[in-house]
């Protein structure tokens, strides 16, 4: 058997996409596509050590809950608690949400503003002095005596009052 690093029959050859003795262990996934160092697998240093969805001190380990180079950057809210892909961030799109209730976004990192639920899909109701509603089940603030702005009534403040009613 060769020394970690070389090949060959009489182990003259150097190590090229992989490493350690006689070669055997392919490289990971460096950055750029980079080669591994031939005796021991490390990724060059700089920056970046893994591409995008690996991490680990030889870059062989995938994301998990995690995503983009090193695994560095946290998955955002995705819906029903699935996981981002590993390489972009991108929340699953089989289903009929993509983010979790409050969030929306490329990524579901972005919190709801003056609407709430899945996707931020539905627009918040009328509440008391112009407050927004809460991101994740449209609910109104309290106003002291009020919670709904005059003509509106029910928990998200999204039915008008009815007729002979008012406030």
Known sequence: ACAAGWHGAFCEQE?????????????????????????????PTGGNVCA??????NCHQECSGSYGPDCTTPCGHCYGGQTCDR??????????????????????????????????????????????????????PTGGDHVCAAGYQSANCDQECDDGNYG
């Not at 995008?52 to 001190?57: L, Q």
């Not at 990524?107 to 809460?134: A, I, K, M, V």
Request: proline fraction near 6%; aromatic fraction near 12%.
């Open 15 to 43: 190590c090229t996409g992989s490493y350690g003795p006689d070669c055997t262990t392919p490289c990971g996934h460096c950055y750029n596509d980079e080669t591994c160092e031939r005796f021991n697998g490390t990724c």
């Open 52 to 57: 995008a969805g690996y991490h680990g001190d």
């Open 87 to 140: 390489f972009n961030g991108q929340c699953p799109t089989d289903g009929a949400y993509v983010c979790a209730a409050g969030y929306h976004g490329d990524n579901c990192h972005q919190e709801c503003l003056r609407s709430y639920g899945p996707d931020c899909g539905t627009p918040c109701g009328h509440c008391y002095g112009g407050q927004t509603c809460d991101r994740f089940d449209g609910t109104c």
